[in-house]
């Protein structure tokens, strides 16, 4: 089952402005990851959060994590027309490797 | 990063006929890889966990009979769609844990179209 609800669902921006994707979810969680995935294809790695910590970098990519309301961000910043893709958030319960997606943003960077 | 693959990438089939979809972790040893199913515009959908040397673990609602699951190595992972019907085309995505980094190396999903 679905853990994560994203929001927005879909998201449309110019080239330049900064993105932001939300997602929450529902149980503890070790880590929470933020993946990409572009149209018909798999799925790529972006980033990694532990419950532990509060914000992590990585490039263009700023994510954030608050497990006291059960929600992280991905922020994209000076977005490009190749970032176009959907993103999911991930969570890995306190046990075991599995994952549960939520439900995924649709970002649209118009050049 | 790791990578993973898998064959074929897109299939056709007619209606009643099995599909096998094979995951394979080309530069590292994946006791663990993982079966998904996403239909257009939604999210992945966990259809089974697959141990290396053991018995999938199926979730709840995914037929184990239908999608036979076998894990014979550290890096190959096989799914079989037996007696496919026109409801299973889908987006099938495989892929494998890595256990250093913890995190899950997605193959690039097998398209299946059932006529």
């Known amino acids: 089952s679905q853990q994560g609800e994203e929001d927005p669902q879909a998201l449309s921006i110019q080239e330049g402005e900064n993105a932001t994707m939300n997602c929450s979810y529902k149980t503890s969680i070790n880590n929470l990851q933020w993946y990409r995935q572009n149209s018909g294809r798999g799925l790529v790695h972006l980033i990694l959060?532990?419950?532990?910590?509060r914000e992590k970098h990585s490039g263009r990519l700023r994510v954030t994590l608050d497990t006291s309301k059960k929600s992280s961000s991905l922020l994209i910043t000076a977005s490009r027309a190749a970032d176009t893709a959907s993103y999911f958030c991930?969570?890995?319960?306190?046990?075991?490797?599995?994952?549960?997606f939520g439900e995924g943003t649709q970002l649209t960077v118009n050049p | 990063g790791a990578v993973v693959s898998q064959h074929p990438s897109w299939v056709i089939c007619k209606s009643g006929t099995s599909v096998k979809i094979e995951c394979r972790s080309l530069?590292?040893?994946?006791?663990?890889m993982f079966w998904y199913r996403q239909f257009p515009k939604q999210s992945l959908m966990l259809m089974a966990t697959?141990?290396?040397?053991?018995?999938?673990?199926?979730e709840q609602g995914v037929e184990k009979d239908k999608f036979l699951i076998n894990h014979a190595s550290l890096t190959l992972s096989t799914l079989t769609v037996t007696s496919a019907h026109p409801e299973d085309s889908s987006f099938y995505i495989c892929s494998a844990y890595g256990q250093i980094e913890e995190t899950q190396y997605f193959g690039p999903g097998t398209r299946l179209l059932v006529l």
């Open positions: 530069d590292f040893q994946a006791t663990t």
């Open positions: 697959s141990n290396e040397g053991s018995k999938a673990t199926y």
């Open positions: 959060i532990r419950s532990n910590e």
């Open positions: 991930a969570t890995v319960e306190t046990s075991g490797s599995r994952l549960t």
